[in-house]
């Protein structure tokens, strides 16, 4: 269930994920192409017992000494260290400023007597060049100090032609990844920030009492309508309950309640999913019928007058209450004012009040204006 919940959510906002990605993308590209190309120079050395030494004894005693992992240590220390780079440099006729955007390291080839010392910088032959001189200070330090091991190169370092970075697959891949990491999880935030204020806004447009659309919603959705599509034909409807308007200052709110509820279910189940349900005042209900005229609105409003004609049972008062229900509607055409739709179906529901027989009247584009029924003396 959670992951449905979720799923429907990044569902939702599947462009925050797609625009955080292509942030986060052109974010990396552009930095890959402003940053300064590194390159990364690798010079390797061997360390051996010295060939003076003759006896075999002593070679032996070397080599057993070799291996311990602290004479290796030793000669990396020596090669990293502050004395090796000022020789380098002054090796180099070189001053320490004309290096600061270069790194060096030197480190042992694990279980091995190889060392090596790699060098990064913007330029691949100046990164090649210091590396070697680091190596050959460094032999040269030790060969000074030392009769017992000798350093000597292994492979010389060579000017690289690729950098080590930018790396634009690299940074790219992984802007993507972190991108889509990101997005996904705005994506839920944004959810679920959205969606609490998506239910105050709803329960700010809806009746309290009914749980339907209130009065202002619904003038205000008519009036949307009728501005974004003024050539769409749609009907509305007023639905009267003229048996509880003396019942509504003094009805206990439970048993009114129990009255709004069996009618907001039968506007519900009569109409159809897209048509719109709202309170109008105290005693009646308004009805949206999108896409629907007025010869077609009063087939479905007849059909909601013959459910609401059956009494609501209240077992607590043990009565059937009777809603004596009237229908009044207006079918939208020729761009009238909203106020002019709302006028012609509060006259249809009069009309509908004053003719016994006619308990559902919808005026239509081609009615004929109302007139009241003459008064017989």
Known sequence: MEFKLYFQMLKRSWWIIVLTILFSLAGAL??????????KAIARFIVSPSAELINRSDVLSSLNTLNNQSVMSTFT??????????????????QPKDLKDYTYAATVISNSSVMEVSVSGPDAQMAANLA??????????VGSLNQVFTIAFLDIAVPPVVPVSPNPLLNSSLAVLLGLIVGIVFAIVIEQIRL????????????????????KYLIHRIE??????????FSIGIVELNGISDLVETFPVVSLQKVFQHVTDTLHQELRGNDIVGRWNEVSFIVML???????????????????SHPVELE???????????????EYGHHIKAQELFDRANNAIEQ????????VYVWEMKKPPFSRPKKQT
């Open 30 to 39: 552009v930095a890959s192409s402003l940053a300064i190309p590194q390159y």
């Open 77 to 94: 220390e020596v090669m990293g260290s502050d004395r090796i780079y000022t020789d380098t440099l002054t090796s180099l006729n070189l």
């Open 132 to 141: 070697n001189a680091l190596g050959s200070e460094t032999i040269r330090f």
């Open 196 to 215: 609490p204020l998506e239910v105050f806004r709803q329960r700010f447009n809806l009746d309290d009492m009914t749980g339907v659309y209130n009065r």
């Open 224 to 233: 949307d309508q009728l501005a974004q599509k003024p050539e769409e034909v």
């Open 290 to 308: 999108p896409n629907t005229p007025g010869v077609a609105a009063n087939r479905i409003f007849e059909r909601i007058f013959q459910v609401l």
């Open 316 to 330: 607590h008062f043990d009565v059937a209450l009777k809603l004596n229900a009237h229908i009044g509607g207006a």
């Open 352 to 359: 509908a009040r004053l003719n016994a027989e006619l308990p």
